[in-house]
């Protein structure tokens, strides 16, 4: 049996070495970089720095300048430095990424201007769940009506299609202009960024329902009201949860964006403060968190949608 058929599913024990493997491969990657000299160690770490005088233990060179101070002192006569190959300072190790997960929600930040990282990514998700459900309150509607209604998607569609080209960062500074200088701006640039997509991508699921359902309806004398809220919504409810859990992840690429605008808060100031002291095993930690975060969600709304739509479950 092909395991790359066109449209196949794949075994359960087939299907989650694969899914391990989605995972094991990019981190075995990163651990060849990391642990094995000759693959990529542009740099030397000093660990004696013999008779260079601006050599420091634990200091990182390139490697051609490693190489010419160790001939000068060679043909000096002079103590010769010693070091081990190593990768640039921004391209922390798997364990050293690792401890700095577990300090980071155990080890108090050494200034008094950094916060926990657990206090950063709460106001992260602040914003992002505000920035959504405003977005999701006005732009599913709109989208359905659209998608249901040629009036509305003559009215609504038009506009949207030219404000979803413009940027949501150009936004920015307006947003503090008119909303302050804290959360809310942020929550402007998140509602900017999904809103107008949102609106489009919910219209053309509701574009996509089965013309036999509302021609039955309206045999059966269903008026606009009853079409709209009996069959519309309900038929295409599966398809709506699931361009949902797609857009919110949509929301979550604007956040770094965002958290730039007004005061500095969030993950993202706890990503720029930590590598402005290049402790770049923070940053890599924090990243990684962000990704953890999103895929949880996204796991645990697709556990819940398999719950409520159990006939989508094959599709």
Same mark, same amino acid.
């Given at each position: 049996?092909?395991?790359?058929?066109?449209?196949?599913?794949?075994p359960?024990?087939?299907? =989650?070495?694969?899914?391990?493997?989605?995972?094991?491969?990019?981190?075995?990657?990163?651990?060849?970089?990391?642990?094995?000299?000759?693959?990529?160690?542009?740099?030397?770490?000093?660990?004696?720095?013999?008779?260079?005088?601006?050599?420091?233990?634990?200091?990182?060179?390139?490697?051609p300048?490693?190489?010419?101070?160790?001939?000068?002192?060679?043909?000096?006569?002079?103590?010769?430095?010693?070091?081990?190959?190593?990768n640039?300072?921004y391209?922390?190790?798997?364990?050293?990424?690792?401890?700095?997960?577990?300090?980071?929600?155990?080890?108090?930040?050494?200034?008094?201007?950094?916060?926990?990282?657990?206090?950063?990514?709460?106001?992260?998700?602040?914003?992002? !769940?505000?920035?959504?459900?405003?977005?999701?309150?006005?732009?599913?509607?709109?989208?359905?009506?659209?998608?249901?209604?040629?009036? !509305?998607?003559?009215?609504?569609?038009?506009f949207?299609?030219?404000f979803?080209?413009?940027?949501?960062?150009?936004?920015?500074?307006?947003?503090?202009?008119?909303?302050?200088?804290?959360?809310?701006?942020?929550?402007?640039?998140?509602?900017?960024?999904?809103?107008?997509?949102?609106?489009?991508?919910?219209?053309?699921?509701? =574009?996509?329902?089965?013309?036999?359902?509302?021609?039955?309806?309206?045999?059966?004398?269903?008026g606009?009201?009853?079409?709209?809220?009996?069959?519309?919504?309900?038929?295409?409810?599966?398809d709506l949860?699931?361009?949902?859990?797609?857009?919110?992840?949509w929301?979550?690429?604007?956040?770094?964006?965002?958290?730039?605008?007004?005061?500095s808060?969030?993950?993202?100031?706890?990503?720029?403060?930590?590598?402005?002291?290049?402790?770049?095993?923070?940053?890599?930690?924090?990243?990684i968190?962000?990704?953890?975060?999103?895929?949880?969600?996204?796991?645990?709304?697709?556990w819940?949608?398999? =719950?409520?739509?159990?006939?989508?479950q094959?599709?």
């Amino acid at each position: 049996m092909s395991l790359i058929a066109v449209n196949k599913a794949l075994p359960a024990r087939t299907r =989650r070495w694969v899914t391990l493997a989605s995972f094991g491969l990019p981190i075995l990657l990163w651990c060849l970089v990391s642990y094995v000299p000759f693959i990529w160690h542009p740099m030397v770490e000093i660990t004696a720095p013999g008779g260079v005088s601006y050599f420091r233990e634990g200091m990182l060179v390139d490697k051609p300048l490693f190489a010419r101070e160790f001939e000068n002192m060679a043909e000096q006569g002079k103590g010769l430095p010693e070091g081990n190959p190593a990768n640039p300072v921004y391209l922390p190790a798997p364990h050293e990424v690792a401890t700095a997960f577990y300090t980071a929600f155990t080890t108090e930040p050494a200034r008094r201007s950094e916060k926990w990282l657990h206090e950063s990514l709460w106001s992260s998700i602040q914003v992002i !769940f505000w920035g959504f459900v405003l977005s999701s309150v006005i732009g599913i509607p709109l989208g359905i009506l659209a998608g249901t209604y040629h009036f !509305f998607s003559r009215l609504i569609e038009p506009f949207i299609e030219f404000f979803r080209y413009l940027p949501a960062p150009a936004f920015g500074a307006l947003a503090v202009a008119i909303l302050g200088i804290y959360q809310a701006p942020k929550i402007a640039i998140i509602f900017i960024g999904t809103f107008f997509q949102q609106v489009l991508v919910v219209a053309n699921t509701t =574009r996509k329902l089965d013309p036999s359902l509302l021609e039955a309806a309206q045999t059966l004398g269903a008026g606009n009201r009853s079409m709209l809220f009996r069959v519309v919504v309900p038929g295409i409810l599966p398809d709506l949860y699931r361009d949902t859990r797609i857009l919110l992840g949509w929301a979550w690429t604007y956040l770094i964006v965002a958290e730039l605008i007004g005061t500095s808060s969030g993950i993202t100031w706890f990503i720029t403060q930590q590598a402005r002291y290049k402790n770049f095993d923070n940053v890599f930690a924090a990243i990684i968190m962000i990704g953890i975060l999103g895929l949880t969600i996204d796991l645990l709304l697709a556990w819940l949608g398999r =719950r409520l739509f159990p006939w989508q479950q094959g599709k």
